[in-house]
């Protein structure tokens, strides 16, 4: 531990809990906003405004992480990896997510990515909660 971050430590933890918890609500309501109004045309919309918002939070939830490893001087803990890998799965499944949206938006079948939205958004809870376990 590197005892000249510790008033940097202390500062950075509440936002890196607070950005961890509005990282649920961002799932919780991924989950909402992409299983009701599937059939107005504002759907999608309203999908890809979302986005940016929560690789936001992905990337104030890094950056405050990043601040709060240097502190433990970037050593190789459990949680810290957990995290780390967490992260690029959150990543990658948003890509994935994005890309389908695009597929099935093009052919007119949002039924199935609101399928594919359900088991993607209780998948990104999970893991954003077994994250901050």
Known sequence: ??????????YTLPFHVTFFY???????LYL???QFGSNSKNYVLRIRYFLPIYHMLLSFLTLTGLIL???Y???????????????I??????????????I??????LEKFKK??????FFDLVLVIVAGI
């Open 1 to 10: 531990m590197n005892e000249h971050l510790s008033s940097l430590f202390a």
């Open 22 to 28: 509005m990282l649920i609500a961002c799932n919780v």
């Open 32 to 34: 909402l906003i992409s």
């Open 69 to 71: 490893w240097a502190y």
């Open 73 to 87: 001087g970037y050593g190789f803990k459990f949680n810290a990896i957990k995290m780390l890998v967490i992260l």
């Open 89 to 102: 799965i959150l990543i990658a499944l948003s890509a994935i997510g994005f890309k389908r949206l695009k």
């Open 104 to 109: 099935y938006a093009a052919n007119g079948d």
């Open 116 to 121: 594919f939205a359900l088991i993607k958004g």
